[in-house]
């Protein structure tokens, strides 16, 4: 495994306090009852804090206070690949949890993410990547982290096992809807380890060809894809463009949430860094497919980058 293509760098933030608002969502759309907030992508400096306030009052805030980095230096020949390490404290609503650490460590991705106060915290990189014979200064650490809720069913596999129906996908918050003649869709089939690892098989249709892959996850909402097979039928260009990104992005999920009983989101990492997400509701649920305009999203930005 190429450790660079797992670790990508990250540009640093002039200013890495980040201040953002979040709308949330709580409403009936058809007969489908739903209340989320859409995820939060921030890139954040080492020693500095993420400040994030949601329209209904709740705030998050995410400290990064320690770093671990025995990633295999560019240049250097190793026979480990190293990890990356970021150590946070969450603090939701004035209460404070300490000393959490994420980490990137190749196939185990169940330690990128901790769970605190009701919120899921993702590690999905860290940069400047090690250099041989260079010293990386601590200050110029920049980490990319998703900040989630947790609400309706959680993170339970039993709703992860039913079939999902595509209803959006892109870079997060600028999610473009599946075209309307197409069926996009998948079918988990998972089996829970006593271990709270999770292994199986992910089935479905990418519009117009068939696909299959196998699929290893985590009860904290970590999740890899393996390779998609696929049919080879062709069909109509907008169709076959679109199939060929959703192949693309599932191959290169990081993460899931359940954010109803109805309605889950996959999370993937593009080749960019940037953070894009896949919206789905379950098959046969009426009057969900609501514009891209009503869905929960940032409201502001203030990065600074």
Not at 13 to 38: A, D, P, Q, Y
Not at 115 to 140: H, K, W
Not at 179 to 188: D, I, K
């Amino acid at each position: 495994m190429n450790a660079a293509s797992v670790y990508p760098a990250l540009p640093l933030s002039k200013n890495r306090n980040v201040m953002k608002s979040v709308v949330c969502l709580f409403g009936i759309f058809g007969t489908v009852s739903i209340g989320f907030c859409e995820p939060v992508d921030v890139i954040l400096g080492f020693d500095q804090t993420a400040n994030i306030e949601w329209i209904t009052g709740e705030r998050v805030e995410v400290e990064w206070n320690e770093v671990l980095d025995s990633r295999c230096p560019t240049g250097a020949t190793c026979v480990w690949e190293g990890e990356a390490t970021a150590v946070v404290d969450v603090v939701v609503n004035g209460v404070r949890t300490s000393d959490l650490e994420m980490t990137l460590h190749g196939q185990e991705f169940e330690r990128a993410v901790v769970l605190a106060g009701g919120y899921r915290i993702q590690l999905v990189s860290v940069g400047p990547f090690p250099v041989l014979d260079r010293e990386t200064q601590r200050p110029s650490y920049v980490a990319r982290i998703i900040v989630s809720t947790l609400v309706g069913t959680g993170l339970g596999l039993g709703p992860l096992n039913t079939e999902w129906r595509l209803q959006a996908s892109g870079k997060l918050g600028e999610e473009t809807p599946t075209l309307s003649e197409s069926n996009v869709n998948l079918r988990f089939e998972l089996l829970e380890s006593g271990t709270g690892r999770i292994t199986g098989k992910v089935t479905g249709s990418g519009g117009c060809n068939g696909f299959s892959g196998s699929v290893q996850a985590s009860t904290v909402g970590a999740i890899q894809v393996g390779a998609i097979a696929s049919t080879k039928k062709a069909c109509a260009t907008g169709v076959m463009d679109q199939e060929i990104r959703f192949f693309s992005e599932l191959s290169k999920t990081i993460g899931f949430t359940m954010e109803s009983d109805s309605r889950m989101r996959l999370m993937f990492q593009s080749t960019d860094d940037a953070v894009g997400t896949m919206i789905f509701t379950q098959a046969g649920d009426a009057g969900t497919a609501v514009s891209a305009s009503s869905w929960g999203r940032v409201k502001a930005r203030t990065n600074n980058r």
